[in-house]
């Protein structure tokens, strides 16, 4: 979830050129435009993704679905989308958990893997009812694996990982990083702890979702498609990033200066990718069939700029809900 919800205080269960959002305002939807290619761009270290190899679309706040030859990996699946008070100022923890299950059928296809980065309910409420109604696998933490049981999910679908493990689900390669949830301004965020067991109850707030541990994954996508670094929220662990040097990184947008040199160390750890995509910087109770409106506390075209600054190579794709995105990240028709 957004890492400043303490501090703000539903609907039913050629590459390497610049691109970024047109007009960056909390009133203003954000479609791709272009900025000059950087002047200077180093050695190329790698073959470009072939463009047909997947497809990307982002589902707003950290979430993709990524499709490779019929076969779709879903991450951070969340499309319901319901009110909490988060961006009116009147957050409420106790707000009930429900998921729209009709908007969930028409994006997320038929998963056969979702990826689950922690355990907040902008990322995990809607996975219940997905890994039910196709029984697809969901690979996460331990905390994820106690919820999604007492959600009702059968336990033999859920992987429990901790990160570092490389799992092959039969050409699609999914490495696990252990990574790190953002900070507020008061360097702490909304629902810390874990579970080691099952909780006391039954889930039916939003507060009762622990983070749990936060994990990035790298999922790269058959033999000729990209390699994509996913995250869930804004921090990391550098050591665990180091030396993935992905083609494409989502990279959570900070609401907050709480990590130490947040971008720089990222794209340092990583390569300085090809690709960057801005992600988790959206209003995340809006629904999915309007354009996307900025969070008013995530500066994008800040983000974008340091991007540049500190990787001139680097392309910068601003998503939108409406668009399907080929292996480069570049529309398709």
């Known amino acids: 979830m957004s890492d400043d919800t303490d501090a703000r205080g539903p609907r039913k269960f050629g590459r390497r050129t610049m691109l970024r959002g047109a007009a960056l305002s909390a009133a203003t939807p954000l479609l791709p435009g272009t900025l000059p290619t950087a002047a200077a761009a180093p050695a190329v270290r ?8 997947a497809t990307f679309r982002w589902l707003g706040t ?3 679905r990524i499709d490779v030859s019929g076969r779709t990996v879903l991450f951070d699946p969340y499309v319901t989308r319901f009110p909490t008070g988060l961006f009116t100022g009147a957050f409420d923890r106790a707000t009930r958990l429900c998921t729209d299950e009709a908007a969930v059928r028409e ?11 922690h355990s907040h309910w902008d990322h995990l409420a809607d996975v219940p009812y997905i890994a039910a109604s196709t029984g697809a696998r969901v690979v996460g933490t331990e ?3 106690h919820l999604l049981v007492a959600l009702g999910v059968d336990p033999a679908q859920i992987s429990v990982v901790k990160g570092g493990e490389v799992l092959d689900f039969d050409g699609i390669v999914v490495e696990v990083v252990a990574s790190l949830h953002s900070r507020n301004k008061q360097r702490a965020y909304f629902a810390p702890g874990r579970l080691a067991g099952p909780p006391p109850a039954r889930p039916e707030t939003i507060g009762d979702l622990p983070e749990g541990d936060t994990l990035a994954y790298q999922v790269t996508a058959g033999d000729g498609g990209p390699s994509a670094f996913l995250m869930g929220a804004s921090d990391f662990g550098e050591r665990a990033a180091r030396g993935l040097r992905p083609d494409l990184a989502m990279v959570a ?3 907050s200066a709480s990590t ?5 160390r990222l794209l340092a750890a990583l ?19 309007l354009p996307p409106r900025t969070d008013p506390s995530a500066d994008l075209d800040a ?30 028709s």
Do not use: I
């Open 46 to 53: 790698r073959a470009a993704p072939a463009a047909g190899a």
């Open 62 to 64: 950290a979430g993709w």
């Open 107 to 117: 994006r997320v296809g038929r998963p056969e893997l979702v990826l689950v980065s």
């Open 143 to 145: 905390t994820t694996y």
């Open 253 to 255: 947008v900070p609401t």
């Open 260 to 264: 130490h040199r947040y971008v720089p």
């Open 271 to 289: 390569g300085d990718p090809d690709v960057v995509v801005p992600v988790h910087w959206d209003d995340f109770e809006r629904p999915l069939d």
């Open 303 to 332: 983000f974008a700029a340091q991007v540049r600054r500190e990787a001139p190579a680097t392309r910068v794709v601003v998503p939108d809900y409406r668009t399907l995105y080929g292996a480069d990240m570049r529309p398709v």
